[in-house]
Protein backbone atom coordinates (compact mmCIF):
# COMPACT_ATOMS: atom_id res chain seq x y z
CA UNK A 1 0.00 0.00 0.00
CA UNK A 2 1.82 2.97 -1.36
CA UNK A 3 -0.43 6.26 -0.31
CA UNK A 4 0.56 9.37 -1.65
CA UNK A 5 -2.01 10.95 1.01
CA UNK A 6 -0.11 14.04 3.12
CA UNK A 7 -0.08 13.32 6.63
CA UNK A 8 -0.14 15.71 9.21
CA UNK A 9 0.88 14.82 12.82
CA UNK A 10 0.61 18.72 14.07
CA UNK A 11 -2.10 18.58 16.11
CA UNK A 12 -1.89 22.16 16.69
CA UNK A 13 -3.10 22.90 13.00
CA UNK A 14 -5.87 20.75 12.82
CA UNK A 15 -9.31 22.85 12.85
CA UNK A 16 -12.06 20.73 15.08
CA UNK A 17 -15.60 21.92 14.90
CA UNK A 18 -17.65 23.16 17.76
CA UNK A 19 -19.55 20.21 18.17
CA UNK A 20 -16.20 17.74 18.70
CA UNK A 21 -14.60 20.05 21.32
CA UNK A 22 -17.88 19.95 23.63
CA UNK A 23 -17.84 15.94 23.02
CA UNK A 24 -13.86 15.74 23.89
CA UNK A 25 -14.66 18.03 27.30
CA UNK A 26 -17.56 15.63 28.05
CA UNK A 27 -14.60 13.28 28.07
CA UNK A 28 -12.48 14.80 30.00
CA UNK A 29 -14.93 16.11 32.71
CA UNK A 30 -16.24 12.21 32.96
CA UNK A 31 -12.26 11.40 33.59
CA UNK A 32 -12.11 14.03 36.02
CA UNK A 33 -15.23 12.48 37.70
CA UNK A 34 -13.93 9.35 38.22
CA UNK A 35 -11.05 10.67 39.57
CA UNK A 36 -12.53 12.59 41.53
CA UNK A 37 -15.31 9.80 43.44
CA UNK A 38 -12.39 8.69 45.31
CA UNK A 39 -11.87 12.20 46.73
CA UNK A 40 -15.18 12.24 47.65
CA UNK A 41 -15.25 8.81 49.13
CA UNK A 42 -12.79 9.58 51.29
CA UNK A 43 -14.15 12.88 52.20
CA UNK A 44 -17.57 11.09 53.28
CA UNK A 45 -15.96 8.21 55.05
CA UNK A 46 -14.02 10.48 57.18
CA UNK A 47 -16.72 12.45 57.83
CA UNK A 48 -18.73 9.83 59.39
CA UNK A 49 -15.85 7.91 61.62
CA UNK A 50 -16.34 10.46 64.26
CA UNK A 51 -17.20 13.30 65.32
CA UNK A 52 -13.65 15.08 65.08
CA UNK A 53 -13.47 13.96 61.49
CA UNK A 54 -16.66 15.54 60.30
CA UNK A 55 -15.02 18.99 61.87
CA UNK A 56 -12.12 18.53 60.75
CA UNK A 57 -13.52 18.18 57.43
CA UNK A 58 -15.43 20.91 57.80
CA UNK A 59 -12.57 23.52 58.73
CA UNK A 60 -11.00 21.70 55.36
CA UNK A 61 -13.53 22.88 52.99
CA UNK A 62 -13.09 26.60 54.43
CA UNK A 63 -9.63 26.98 53.00
CA UNK A 64 -9.62 28.40 49.39
CA UNK A 65 -8.11 25.48 47.72
CA UNK A 66 -10.49 23.52 48.90
CA UNK A 67 -13.33 25.31 47.72
CA UNK A 68 -11.43 25.62 44.29
CA UNK A 69 -11.11 21.74 44.33
CA UNK A 70 -14.78 21.68 45.02
CA UNK A 71 -15.99 24.06 42.58
CA UNK A 72 -14.11 21.80 39.90
CA UNK A 73 -15.37 19.18 40.45
CA UNK A 74 -19.49 20.83 40.78
CA UNK A 75 -18.21 21.89 37.02
CA UNK A 76 -16.85 18.82 35.78
CA UNK A 77 -20.33 17.41 37.22
CA UNK A 78 -22.56 20.25 35.48
CA UNK A 79 -21.29 20.12 32.19
CA UNK A 80 -20.87 16.13 32.22
CA UNK A 81 -24.32 16.33 32.97
CA UNK A 82 -25.59 18.90 30.25
CA UNK A 83 -23.25 17.66 27.66
CA UNK A 84 -24.87 14.13 28.85
CA UNK A 85 -28.57 15.84 27.56
CA UNK A 86 -27.13 16.57 24.48
CA UNK A 87 -25.70 13.44 23.52
CA UNK A 88 -29.09 11.48 25.16
CA UNK A 89 -31.09 14.00 22.50
CA UNK A 90 -28.65 13.17 19.55
CA UNK A 91 -29.99 9.10 20.47
CA UNK A 92 -32.95 9.89 19.92
CA UNK A 93 -32.74 11.28 16.77
CA UNK A 94 -32.42 15.19 18.32
CA UNK A 95 -29.88 17.56 16.53
CA UNK A 96 -28.17 14.95 14.82
CA UNK A 97 -27.29 17.59 11.67
CA UNK A 98 -24.61 19.64 10.97
CA UNK A 99 -26.39 22.92 11.75
CA UNK A 100 -28.16 21.53 14.31
CA UNK A 101 -24.68 20.29 15.84
CA UNK A 102 -23.31 23.69 15.90
CA UNK A 103 -26.35 24.85 17.73
CA UNK A 104 -26.46 22.00 20.39
CA UNK A 105 -22.85 22.94 21.11
CA UNK A 106 -23.62 26.24 21.74
CA UNK A 107 -26.13 25.55 24.10
CA UNK A 108 -24.41 22.64 25.67
CA UNK A 109 -21.37 25.85 26.47
CA UNK A 110 -23.84 28.38 27.44
CA UNK A 111 -25.92 26.22 30.02
CA UNK A 112 -22.95 24.88 31.50
CA UNK A 113 -21.21 28.21 31.84
CA UNK A 114 -24.41 29.54 33.50
CA UNK A 115 -24.81 26.91 35.83
CA UNK A 116 -20.78 26.57 36.89
CA UNK A 117 -20.98 30.34 37.47
CA UNK A 118 -24.28 30.04 40.08
CA UNK A 119 -22.17 26.90 41.42
CA UNK A 120 -19.36 28.99 42.09
CA UNK A 121 -21.83 31.90 43.56
CA UNK A 122 -23.09 29.07 45.86
CA UNK A 123 -19.64 27.36 47.05
CA UNK A 124 -17.94 30.88 47.82
Known amino acids: MNSKR ?3 LDLTTIKLPLPAYTSILHRISGVILFVAIAFLLFALDLSLASEA ?3 GLKELMQGFFAKLIAWGIVSALLFHLVAGIKHLLMD ?3 G ?3 ESGILGAKITIVVSAILI ?3 GVVIW
Request: hydrophobic share 45%; aromatic share 6%.
Open 53 to 55: GFN
Open 96 to 98: EGK
Open 6 to 8: PVN
Open 92 to 94: VGI
Open 117 to 119: ILA
